[in-house]
């Protein structure tokens, strides 16, 4: 494992045009020394400096130190918000309840993955910054069938550092027209450092007695099973990699974990209105670092870097592989307009889409 203390990027190497507008990198920081930096494009996190059990700071989020890294990689989501529909829509069309049907860009085959061609994450949001507060608010105006999706969704982002060492992510959209709407962030995980090779030795934890198996296409098949007696049993914290070469086809299928969990939402406390729960539990032995994730949303998807091709070249100068980070995209239901289960993703234009999620830090000897 690599050991050496890691530094945030350099701001002028995320100052640049994209279509018309500027954009920037942006650098919070906490009493405790956490240090946290974000960019515009995408309205996204780029890296997340936290203190392991040495007090060394490390870099835990995968991404890049120059945004035309961001613009050119391999895979373009490295920590960035997601919208306006995260994760797959089944070929791309859903029919909302007045009958009225609509296409979005498919962008994977048939289907739509991750807002379309032109997602959230290809964008150059608006920012408001509050240093005294530790926060930055991202603002997005998407207009009336953008990507296919009816209705102008005005988006706003914000994340705060807390002086617990707490990222929270707070979503605010409204739309002009009956809508459908699913945000996530997209950021990838290695709590021993962007620069290590594997997250399959971290120990997770998912607070889910249930996720979504799906079809050849990764689409939810509409029914909700039961993780017992599966590798996708989390419940108890085990390494990411324990279960990975057990014979299961859902594995098989995504190629390792690429799955939507059904969050049992049985631990929750509520601040700033919003009731947020319990959904999961990650650490590193090596470094200590710990990270526990809450939620408003009902379900949290866990991608481990499958379909890494090892070209996108990291902050450190490390090649990004197979499973050398891992994702807990917090959400709603993959295609859920489309399916009879789960929560509904309409958004109407008399009501406020809201939602958090919070990234917490901590250390473990
Ligand atoms: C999805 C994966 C997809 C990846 C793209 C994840 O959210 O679950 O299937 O390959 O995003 O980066």
Same mark, same amino acid.
Request: glycine share 8%; proline share 5%; hydrophobic share 35%.
């Given at each position: 494992? =690599?050991?050496?203390?890691?530094?945030?990027?350099?701001?002028?190497?995320?100052?640049?045009?994209?279509?018309?507008?500027?954009?920037?990198?942006?650098?919070?920081?906490?009493?405790?020394?956490?240090?946290?930096?974000?960019?515009?494009?995408?309205?996204?996190?780029?890296?997340?400096?936290?203190?392991? =059990?040495?007090?060394?700071?490390?870099?835990?989020?995968?991404?890049? $130190?120059?945004?035309?890294?961001?613009?050119?990689?391999?895979?373009?989501?490295?920590?960035?918000?997601?919208?306006?529909?995260?994760?797959?829509?089944?070929?791309?069309?859903?029919? @909302?309840? $007045?009958?009225?049907?609509?296409?979005?860009?498919?962008?994977?085959?048939?289907?739509?993955?991750?807002?379309?061609?032109?997602?959230?994450?290809?964008?150059?949001?608006?920012?408001?910054?509050?240093?005294? +507060?530790?926060? %930055?608010?991202?603002?997005?105006?998407?207009?009336d069938g953008e990507e296919g999706f009816p209705g102008?969704?005005?988006?706003?982002?914000?994340?705060?550092?807390?002086?617990?060492?707490?990222?929270? %992510?707070?979503?605010?959209?409204?739309?002009?027209?009956?809508?459908?709407?699913?945000?996530?962030?997209?950021?990838?995980?290695?709590?021993?450092?962007?620069?290590?090779?594997?997250?399959?030795?971290?120990?997770?934890?998912?607070?889910?007695?249930?996720?979504?198996?799906? $079809?050849?296409?990764?689409?939810?098949?509409?029914?909700?099973?039961?993780?017992?007696?599966?590798?996708?049993?989390?419940?108890?914290?085990?390494?990411?990699?324990?279960?990975?070469?057990?014979?299961?086809?859902?594995?098989? %299928?995504?190629?390792?974990?690429?799955?939507?969990?059904? @969050?049992?939402?049985?631990?929750?406390?509520? +601040?700033?209105?919003?009731?947020?729960?319990?959904?999961?539990?990650?650490?590193?032995? $090596?470094?200590?670092?710990?990270?526990?994730?809450?939620?408003?949303?009902?379900?949290?998807?866990?991608?481990?870097?499958?379909?890494?091709?090892? =070209?996108?070249?990291?902050?450190?100068?490390?090649?990004?592989?197979?499973?050398?980070?891992?994702?807990?995209?917090?959400?709603?239901?993959?295609?859920?307009?489309?399916?009879?289960?789960?929560?509904?993703?309409?958004?109407?234009?008399?009501?406020?889409?809201?939602?958090?999620?919070?990234?917490?830090?901590?250390?473990? =000897?």
């Amino acid at each position: 494992m =690599k050991k050496k203390t890691h530094s945030i990027p350099e701001s002028r190497n995320f100052e640049t045009t994209l279509n018309a507008k500027n954009t920037h990198l942006f650098v919070l920081e906490n009493k405790r020394g956490m240090q946290i930096t974000l960019t515009d494009y995408g309205a996204r996190l780029v890296s997340v400096l936290v203190p392991d =059990k040495q007090g060394n700071l490390r870099d835990v989020v995968l991404g890049f $130190d120059h945004i035309d890294a961001y613009i050119k990689a391999d895979e373009p989501y490295y920590g960035a918000t997601i919208g306006r529909f995260a994760n797959r829509i089944r070929g791309g069309q859903f029919t @909302l309840a $007045d009958g009225s049907h609509y296409q979005t860009t498919p962008n994977q085959g048939k289907d739509t993955l991750h807002g379309g061609a032109y997602g959230f994450h290809k964008r150059v949001w608006d920012r408001r910054v509050n240093s005294i +507060e530790q926060e %930055i608010s991202f603002f997005l105006v998407s207009p009336d069938g953008e990507e296919g999706f009816p209705g102008t969704l005005s988006t706003c982002v914000t994340y705060r550092l807390t002086d617990d060492n707490e990222i929270q %992510i707070s979503y605010r959209a409204e739309t002009t027209k009956t809508t459908v709407i699913n945000l996530t962030n997209h950021a990838y995980f290695n709590l021993n450092g962007e620069d290590n090779e594997t997250v399959l030795d971290h120990h997770l934890q998912i607070f889910a007695t249930h996720y979504l198996p799906t $079809d050849q296409d990764q689409l939810p098949l509409g029914v909700v099973a039961p993780v017992e007696q599966t590798p996708f049993d989390f419940l108890q914290p085990k390494p990411i990699g324990r279960d990975l070469a057990a014979e299961n086809e859902q594995l098989r %299928i995504g190629l390792g974990y690429d799955h939507c969990f059904v @969050l049992d939402q049985q631990v929750s406390k509520s +601040e700033n209105g919003l009731k947020i729960y319990r959904a999961a539990m990650a650490k590193a032995p $090596d470094s200590g670092i710990r990270l526990d994730v809450w939620t408003s949303e009902p379900a949290m998807q866990l991608y481990t870097t499958n379909v890494f091709s090892g =070209k996108d070249r990291g902050k450190s100068g490390v090649y990004y592989v197979k499973n050398c980070g891992f994702a807990l995209e917090t959400q709603h239901f993959p295609d859920a307009p489309n399916l009879p289960i789960g929560p509904g993703t309409v958004l109407q234009p008399d009501e406020i889409f809201m939602s958090e999620t919070r990234y917490c830090f901590s250390v473990e =000897k």
